[in-house]
């Protein structure tokens, strides 16, 4: 199993593109596999989309030189239309860069499947956030419990989904987190209704989605970004790094 450690650029809002693209490269040159956008890093007056994507690109490359390894950046591709977010996944993969990512319940299942589509065709992995979640998930008395919006993603397509975590800030209980988390990424799931699965799940040949462990700590560390890798931000059991490689 390989862990992969990321982080989310801070503070989300504010970064001209080049003071953007110098985070980037200071988390992957401090020992990070892969930084990301986060889900509101769009294309404000101040960082517009195409700056950003250079300025990430070139903090990637210039990483990778100085380390001898693989390094990535989630760019955020989620745009008004789908024909926007198109344009923008095709402006990555001619950069160059392996990742984008979506928020899939802000930009729409139909937007997200064309996207999933896109990048399966491509050789793009697709990371999806789960912004607008605790909208609809976190009020008991209605909306829909994140189990079904994560069935609902493996469904629509993605590589990898914020499942939040047992701890932290994007905590969940521990068992029913669990139960989501193998609804994700195994292809026969039993029922056990302590972890919140309710029936039995035969996903049959529908690809896994790879849960993410989001939610921690700072990457601005006081003893600045070199030193990101102590605290653990985005830990994904991924396998695949060979793929990036």
């Not at 110098?22 to 509101?40: H, M, P």
């Not at 380390?67 to 996944?89: D, S, V, W």
């Not at 469904?155 to 987190?177: N, Y």
Request: aromatic residues 8%; contains cysteine; charged residues 25%.
């Amino acid at each position: 199993m390989v862990v992969l450690l990321g982080c989310t650029i801070k503070p989300k809002l504010g970064l001209s593109a080049k003071n953007y693209g110098r985070a980037v490269y200071e988390c992957l040159r401090g020992g990070l596999d892969f930084t990301k956008d986060d889900e509101n890093v769009n294309s404000q007056p101040f960082m517009r989309w195409r700056d950003r994507f250079l300025f990430c690109a070139e903090a990637i490359y210039k990483a990778q030189a100085e380390t001898g390894e693989i390094k990535g950046h989630y760019l955020n591709a989620t745009a008004g239309t789908c024909e926007e977010m198109m344009k923008r996944a095709i402006f990555a993969r001619e950069l160059g860069v392996p990742i984008v990512m979506h928020d899939y319940l802000t930009g729409g299942f139909t937007a997200n499947t064309s996207l999933a589509h896109y990048c399966r065709d491509n050789g793009l992995l697709l990371h999806i956030h789960r912004a607008m979640h605790a909208v609809i998930d976190r009020q008991k008395n209605h909306g829909m419990h994140f189990r079904v919006l994560a069935k609902a993603l493996r469904l629509s397509g993605g590589d990898h989904i914020h499942a939040g975590t047992v701890v932290g800030k994007l905590e969940g209980e521990r068992e029913i987190t669990l139960g989501f988390v193998d609804l994700l990424r195994d292809d026969y799931v039993e029922k056990d209704r302590s972890r919140g699965i309710y029936f039995t799940q035969d996903w049959v040949s529908l690809p896994g989605v790879l849960p993410v462990a989001s939610g921690a700590s700072d990457h601005n560390h006081k003893s600045g970004k070199s030193r990101v890798t102590t605290p653990s931000t985005h830990p994904v059991y991924c396998p695949f790094h060979s793929v990036l490689q």
